[in-house]
């Protein structure tokens, strides 16, 4: 069982907006991760809402008192992938949701 | 541009030891601004933090792990590696190794791994 929750699946059209939940996290360090099939994850989001270079804007981040979310504007197919959430869980330990898969239908 | 390397055994005997090893090059595992972690996957699951180490040798693990873990670092070849003893097939899985942030400020770590490795594959079967 996952320390921190997220939905397992969430979908949406070419060119639409979907956003997934993660349940659980008390610290401001909150990242969001991309991950494709055989892939290793790409790091999308950290720090609740700052996205490293390279990553597109249509990718954001929020936080509302124990509950992160990553948005994804103008949904694009190869944004189709596996996303996991990863917060600071305070005592040195590092905890992560269980993944969310993101289908463009 | 810096880079992650997984490597070691395939393949490992139940109640043996796991050994990874994880080799970063572009640049100087001796940095202050970053830890470097063990995650893993297992089979069609998510990812698993294990821990982390800094280049001075301070380590974290997670609780769960604690008891069969061991993270060491080598400055001088620019590797870290993990040893996890008493594996089981329970701990079949793929191993990751990752850089992240680390905020001396607030003494935390940034959970933002950027850099990853490819990833290898380790079976715990006789």
């Known amino acids: 069982q996952s320390a921190l929750t997220q939905p397992p699946s969430a979908s949406g059209s070419p060119g639409q907006s979907v956003t997934i939940s993660c349940t659980g996290t008390?610290?401001?360090?909150v990242s969001w991760f991309q991950q494709h099939p055989g892939k290793a994850p790409k790091l999308m989001i950290s720090e609740v809402n700052e996205r490293p270079s390279g990553v597109p804007d249509r990718f954001s981040g929020s936080k509302s008192g124990n509950t992160a979310s990553l948005t994804v504007s103008g949904l694009q197919a190869e944004d189709e992938a596996d996303y996991y959430c990863?917060?600071?869980?305070?005592?040195?330990?590092?905890?992560f949701g269980g993944g969310t898969k993101l289908t463009v239908l | 541009q810096m880079q992650l390397q997984e490597s070691g055994p395939g393949l490992v005997k139940p109640s043996q030891t796991l050994s990874l090893t994880c080799t970063v090059s572009g640049g100087s595992i001796s940095s202050s601004d970053y830890s470097w972690s063990w995650l893993r996957q297992l089979p069609g699951k998510g990812l698993e933090w294990i821990g982390y180490i800094f280049y001075s040798g301070s380590t974290s693990y997670h609780p769960s792990l604690r008891s069969r873990i061991t993270i060491s670092v080598d400055t001088s070849t620019n590797q870290f590696s993990l040893r996890l003893n008493s594996v089981t097939a329970a701990d079949t899985a793929m191993y990751y190794c990752a850089r992240d942030h680390y905020d001396f400020w607030s003494d935390s770590p940034a959970v933002a791994f950027d850099i990853w490795g490819q990833g290898t594959m380790v079976t715990v079967s006789s």
């Open positions: 990863s917060s600071y869980g305070g005592n040195n330990n590092v905890l």
């Open positions: 008390s610290s401001d360090y």
